[in-house]
């Protein structure tokens, strides 16, 4: 259970910012987990965690990837996270909780585990399932399979996920079960760069309730791994949404590992794809993340993908423009941001009929009124 320094080369820095990354996305992932990691051992130190680390570390020394599969599982990032920085501000915080990671990477490993658990009437194994009740029931996370790949359907049953944030009571297994195949089907057939990274980056799938406005979905940062999303309407928009949450996770990661927002800054951003004004680097993230949509469209057939291309394309590189007109970036971010601009340069540069172009102007106009009448003039840059 070392942790070692991790490095990104200049090219795979520059693939990464253009919206790819190949080989690197794995990197990133694996950053992740050593950051989990580094928080686990800070927890460690606490009298409550220490007999859990110590299982941990036996696991650890003859079932290496029993331990590495539940690092890597979302709620122990989220967890250890949560739990380190309450202890680093004398808040409150329960270390003894580490008992839970440890007896699921005992599990996983068949090595016999013999240890106290906090008292509560609800806790996860993670990577593993739920267990309820006096009688500890349990029941196991249902996976979906994507070829070679496979998701967890994970509720968190256990907490952990911001109250802001809904999750649905329950999963229409076999709903999810087509909707991801037919989604997975298009992105390995037509996006298969894609389709790998996301596979590297996600493994767990939190269904949200249905939105009456269109398809939800969320990524959050110390959840590394888990997309939450709600039923979407065609494989077509599934597909897209994964793109789009993958770019988050990619970004999320990367930004372990560099600074590329400078901290403190109360400026706020209108973003072409959000109701509300956006900070520096929610701008960032959103702007990364549209990049991978505008490639997502550039690469589908079809009228109204040009017209999906057109519009967000644009978008992205408005608010690219922004930050690099800005003084939110660090040296590092306008390096980042500048090569992401310049993909997004060279696509807005490729024509397109009149007609879409239209479409999408008007679209993003109707945006940016309904935006001002909400929160005022547009920030000036």
């Not at 990133?28 to 460690?44: E, H, K, N, P, V």
């Not at 960032?284 to 040009?306: D, E, I, K, Q, S």
């Amino acid at each position: 259970m070392t942790v070692g320094p991790f490095r990104v080369s200049a090219s795979d820095f520059a693939a990464l910012a253009r919206g790819g990354g190949g080989a690197a996305v794995r990197t990133l992932r694996l950053a992740r987990r050593s950051r989990t990691l580094l928080m686990i051992r800070s927890i460690a130190g606490d009298p409550a965690a220490r007999e859990a680390f110590a299982l941990l570390r036996e696991v650890a020394r003859v079932a290496p990837a029993a331990v590495d599969r539940v690092l890597d599982h979302p709620s122990v990032g989220a967890w250890a996270t949560r739990t380190a920085l309450a202890m680093r501000r004398g808040d409150e915080a329960r270390p003894a909780e580490l008992a839970f990671t440890a007896a699921a990477a005992a599990v996983r490993a068949g090595v016999a585990v013999d240890l106290e658990f906090p008292p509560v009437e609800v806790f996860s194994l993670p990577s593993l399932g739920v267990v309820v009740g006096p009688g500890l029931a349990y029941e196991p996370l249902p996976e979906i399979r994507l070829g070679a790949h496979s998701l967890q359907v994970d509720l968190w049953a256990g907490g952990g996920v911001p109250d802001e944030l809904p999750v649905a009571a329950s999963v229409d297994l076999p709903w999810w079960r087509g909707a991801l195949g037919s989604a997975w089907d298009l992105l390995t057939r037509d996006h298969p760069a894609l389709a790998a990274e996301f596979a590297e980056v996600v493994s767990v799938l939190t269904p949200m309730p249905s939105s009456p406005t269109g398809t939800s979905s969320a990524t959050l940062a110390d959840a590394f791994g888990c997309v939450f999303l709600s039923p979407t309407p065609d494989a077509e928009t599934l597909a897209v949404t994964l793109a789009h949450e993958a770019q988050h996770s990619k970004l999320v990661a990367l930004m372990d590992l560099f600074a590329l927002v400078k901290p403190g800054s109360e400026a706020r951003f209108y973003a072409p794809w959000r109701e509300d004004p956006r900070p520096a680097a929610g701008l960032l993230h959103g702007t990364y993340a549209h990049l991978g949509v505008a490639g997502f469209w550039r690469a589908r057939p079809g009228p109204a993908a040009r017209v999906e291309y057109a519009r967000w394309r644009s978008a992205a590189l408005i608010t690219a423009e922004t930050l690099l007109a800005g003084d939110e970036l660090t040296p590092t971010g306008t390096r980042f941001v500048t090569e992401l601009a310049t993909v997004l340069r060279a696509w807005c540069a490729e024509p397109l009929p009149p007609a879409t172009e239209a479409v999408a102007a008007a679209e993003a106009a109707a945006h940016q009124a309904r935006w001002q009448a909400a929160n005022g003039p547009l920030p000036q840059t």
